[in-house]
């Protein structure tokens, strides 16, 4: 009876559950919603019942008490080991390279932690993982002392737009991941404690860290709350410029008062580009030449040889625009160099533009792919192609495709200390790397597995050794045993699927509800 009871209340609760998520996908809303927007509005729903969202604060509570319950658990002998895939690298947001060691590379992932490289990030295992000790999914920032590259900061938390955003594209709890502020290391990531606490706040990113190049205790901060500065190496900090979705700020190498932030994501209140004056104390928001407002968000640089030149990369949000502005009075006006969208519908997320160090005339433009200019920006000529990645088996460390291959959506850069040509990118395909000031390509990859996996990942049931799940911008990918996995399909895998009875009959999808099914064990599909 107990059985029978246990059974019906389950049931009961399913179909609850299901008629619960249902009535709020079909309530009235003020747009047209996507079947994309209402799988990914359906999924948090089931996660978050009995409540109407997740309560992302909860998250750090469950993980400080199951720290303290560990100690009581008995540990089983099976253990868990990665099996990759270490030939596909996943979405990364920052990157940082060592400048007392060039060789050494950091790259923060968005849901896959923080990584290091002792090799440039080439070799088939070129890649070690940094526990921080922390529940921390998204690396999004990383910020290393010049004068003591045992001290780094990395922000965490991946936010698109600030707080009530739109869901699917900028809801982080179906896309992205919550934060727990800034965490600091001063032995080189062997331990970790919080520097900015924000472990029981919800839905709050940092967006980017920058150190005074001339004063290692001042440290800035852009995140979902407005720009934070700590002067006391991040013991305390303190929130100097409310408006909210600082995404980059740009620091005076000589000049200490003379701060660069700008502002916005997705439409968020106040977006623009700000300057203080007087380290934070007052903001001006700079309008001479800029667009009035923008619905995306804007990344700067600054020309190394002269502080008063500036580049801004500026996108319109989901809607197709790309402004690429430029001042050389350190931002007392602007003028619109291009209009080439190069960011075309990643103008809400992944763009930016960056200087050749020693020569301004040199200019790479990156959204989905990388335009190159010798002319300060006027003329941008194409240099990579997103769809030239290669399919099937590439070993780990291997070329992911020809030289003109740069995988989609660039999110961030970092350019070698000594050797102006050589710049890192980071993007959906992981860390990236151009030796020439972007005439060509290579990926750094081998060993970096952070690959992120949509829902509907599938074991075969026969074969321990083969399994199949589709990836966020990385295609449709086969485990058949080892760490160099057998990518199919393109576009964004998602739910996948095998036949229970053969293992050479597999099913995958992409976007614009491509269903596909291979019978002959991923080789070919229709």
Known sequence: MKIQLRSFLIATGAVALYFIAAFTLLKPHPYKLSGAYQSLQLWETQRAYPKKTINDAVYFAAFTNNKKNEALKKIGTDSWRAIGPHNIGGRTLAVAINPQNPNTIYAGSAS??????????????????????????????????????NTIYIGTGEVYGYRNALGGVSVRTTRGSYGIGILKTTNNGVTWKKSLDWS??????????????????????????????STDAGL????????????????????????????????SPGNGIYRSGNSG??????????PASFGGKALLHMYPQS????????????????????????????????????????????????????????????????YKSIDGGITQTQKSYWYKWYFGTPYPGDPEGP??????????????????DIVYF????????????????????????????????????????????????????IYQGTVAWYRVIGGDGCMTGMSPTSVDTMYGTSQNLNLLRSTNRGINWT
Request: glycine share 12%; charged share 15%; with cysteine.
């Open 200 to 229: 029981q706040f919800e839905e709050r990113g940092v967006n980017v860290i920058r150190i005074h190049p001339q004063f290692k205790n001042q440290i800035w901060a852009g995140t979902s709350e407005g720009v934070f500065r």
């Open 236 to 267: 305390t900090w303190f929130n100097v410029h409310s408006v909210t979705m600082a995404m980059d700020i740009v620091l005076h190498p000589t000049d200490t008062n003379i701060v660069f932030a700008s502002c916005g994501g997705l439409g």
């Open 112 to 149: 896959g932690g923080l990584w290091r490289s002792t090799t440039e990030g080439r070799g088939d295992i070129a890649w070690e993982y940094i526990s921080t000790g922390f529940p921390v999914l998204g690396v999004s920032s990383i910020a290393i002392v010049p004068t003591d590259s």
């Open 426 to 477: 980071g993007g959906d395909g992981g860390v990236f790397c151009t030796t020439d000031f972007g005439e060509s390509f290579e990926g750094r990859n081998g060993g970096y597995q952070t690959t992120q996996f949509y829902n509907g990942f599938t074991s075969a049931v026969k074969d321990s050794t083969i399994a199949l799940g589709g990836m966020q911008d990385n295609a449709t990918a």
């Open 403 to 420: 030289s003109d291959y740069s995988h989609a959506d660039h999110h961030t850069f970092a350019i070698h200390p000594t050797n102006p």
């Open 281 to 290: 104390k007052n903001w001006t928001k700079l309008t001479n030449g800029l």
């Open 307 to 370: 502080p008063n030149v500036l580049l801004a990369s500026i996108g319109n949000g989901a809607e197709f625009g790309t402004w690429l502005c430029k001042t050389t009075d350190g931002g007392d006006s602007w003028t619109t160099v291009s209009t080439n969208d190069y960011s075309t519908y990643q103008g809400w997320y992944s763009h930016f533009a960056l200087f050749h160090p020693t020569d301004s005339s040199k200019i790479l433009c990156a959204g989905v792919d990388v």
